[in-house]
């Protein structure tokens, strides 16, 4: 929460109307991304229902895909020996792997900007014109589908790792012939549903091209997106990367001694540095963001460690399993000690959840143990199998073993169906914004009140007719007072709101409180509003 239950929302927001071409969120204009990650969502839902799986399963998809064009482009460029491992390094990467498994769009989109820099590569090695002109439209295709997905970026991105590649290569008269046709099959896909929303909705691109790229791009201060100092994204990498931040070292070298000189190598260092560099310039940016670089990363990793291969010994790799296997069961030993000896402010786990401790731990010790055996392993094919294998032991536990408290904090889904039993459909609901996309994915309502700021839903509260959907914590107070409302009225806020505003609120006739969520329901007035 937020993200996934709005991700969620959205898309189940467009199956109740009907209405596939304006993505809306509570009912309310939601002009933040095109639509295409929610059109997949909802045909996931189609299939499969209204639950967990279904809405995460594009993301899950879409990594898996990822993993098998990395594996498509290693194979087809002579690198057979290096193409599994550079999707084991994929899918093992502690950034891939987590954000591959929940509801954002990142994975969507990255598969895209894979897609369409996979295809470009293929069109630079084709030696046919009629080849070469397919897997330009292929390119082009897929940079429309990355721009339906997430905007811009979907240029952005390719066009900066690829010019200054085309520029190294020598090939600088490509730059002004291949783009053309990319860009004529990247309009067509856009401009049907463009056109449309266009139609529907006049302001839609002024507000998705000034708000959402120029202003998260350039603005800083108070007007800011996410913003984050330059080097931000840098620790996202390094930590994204585990556990092959170890191998780094081992890779680099395995690289230098294949030479600078190779086509792939010189691609996919222009795809990773460049783009990392535009992410980084952004003044408003998020870890996520870098999901697209992983790919070139791992074919890189995979290449500088297959090239390892060769030297007699592989001494380069052993440093790297020794010291994931020393971090690993250092982990497992603070997660211990912090478990028992009560070194943190609250414990981890619950006094049922020791089981859990347990499996993490004994996850966590078997990806040492394996480290260990990869360090010591004879062949060296074998190091590298081990090592790839270690972590998955925690990665296949890991959904089962999270602390109840750490889940409940964040997924208010299980409290709120608690409390439907109590809320009849004609209840007047209010909450906050970071709290109505869960309540309306749960309840399946699309006109819960916003309580205080709007955040993400202010642009569509701004319009006419939604400015009767926010409310101020007076207003809401003089509206339970007012003895002649005839509908109950349900608060579902967190606990630090509840802090913050009951004393303003008259006492509620039902209250509940669990997880840092409260309910409450007023079937009268009793108080008199006071105002804050």
Same mark, same amino acid.
């Given at each position: ?108 989109? #990255? ?69 053309w046709l990319p860009i004529l099959v990247a309009l067509a896909i856009i401009l049907p549903w463009g056109i449309m ?20 791009? #350039? ?112 982990? #497992? ?200």
């Amino acid at each position: 929460m937020p993200d996934e239950t709005r991700y969620a929302e959205i898309p189940r927001e467009m199956l109740a109307t009907g209405d596939w071409i304006v993505p809306r969120l509570n009912g309310l204009r939601y002009f933040e991304k095109p639509v295409l990650g929610y059109w997949l969502t909802a045909l996931s839902i189609i299939c499969f229902g209204e639950n967990r799986f279904a809405v995460r399963l594009p993301s899950a998809l879409a990594t898996g895909l990822s993993a098998m064009l990395l594996v498509w482009v290693l194979w087809r460029s002579g690198y057979t020996s290096s193409a599994l491992l550079g999707a084991a390094i994929l899918l093992t990467s502690l950034q891939v792997y987590v954000l591959g498994v929940i509801n954002l769009l990142d994975g969507v989109f #990255a598969l895209f900007v894979t897609s369409s820099l996979v295809c470009f590569h293929f069109a630079y090695q084709a030696r046919g014109d009629r080849a070469r002109l397919g897997w330009l439209a292929a390119t082009g295709a897929a940079c429309g589908l990355g721009f339906l997905t997430k905007g811009f970026l979907a240029f952005a991105i390719p066009a900066i790792a690829l010019c200054p590649f085309l520029l190294w290569q020598k090939r600088w008269k490509d730059l002004f012939t291949l783009p053309w046709l990319p860009i004529l099959v990247a309009l067509a896909i856009i401009l049907p549903w463009g056109i449309m929303i266009y139609l529907r909705e006049p302001d839609y691109w002024r507000y998705f091209i000034l708000v959402e790229h120029f202003r998260r791009f #350039a603005s800083t201060g108070v007007n800011s997106f996410h913003h984050q100092p330059f080097w931000i994204l840098v620790p996202y990498l390094i930590g994204g990367a585990i556990p092959w931040t170890f191998s780094a070292f081992a890779a680099i070298r395995g690289l230098r001694e294949a030479g600078w000189g190779d086509p792939l190598i010189r691609y996919a260092l222009c795809w990773l540095l460049l783009p990392f560099l535009l992410l980084s310039v952004s003044k408003g940016k998020l870890g996520t963001y870098i999901l697209p670089c992983f790919v070139p990363l791992s074919l890189l990793l995979a290449l500088g460690l297959t090239q390892s291969l060769k030297e007699s010994e592989f001494r380069p790799f052993r440093g790297p399993a020794w010291t994931c296997a020393a971090v690993v069961g250092l982990a #497992a030993g603070v997660i211990t000690g912090i478990h028992f000896l009560n070194l943190a402010s609250g414990t981890i786990f619950a006094a049922d959840e020791t089981w859990k401790w347990a499996v993490g731990c004994a996850a966590m010790v078997a990806w040492s143990a394996i480290c260990i055996a990869s360090a010591r392993a004879k062949r060296k094919a074998t190091r590298l199998g081990l090592f790839a294998l270690a972590p998955l032991a925690l990665m296949l536990s890991a959904h089962f073993i999270v602390p109840k408290k750490a889940v409940e904090s964040s997924t208010p889904e299980a409290f709120i169906e608690r409390c439907a039993g109590v809320i009849d459909p004609e209840d007047r609901i209010y909450s906050t914004n970071y709290l109505a996309p869960a309540v309306c994915w749960v309840l399946k309502r699309s006109d819960i009140g916003i309580l205080q700021r709007g955040g993400e839903l202010q642009y569509g509260l701004n319009y006419l007719d939604a400015k009767r959907r926010q409310i101020q914590i007076p207003e809401l107070a003089k509206e339970i007072n007012d003895h002649t409302q005839t509908r109950s009225i349900v608060l579902m806020i967190t606990d630090n709101d509840y802090s913050r505003y009951r004393k303003y609120l008259p006492e509620a006739t039902r209250i509940e409180g669990e997880d840092g969520f409260v309910f409450l329901k007023y079937m009268g007035t009793l108080n008199t509003p006071r105002t804050p």
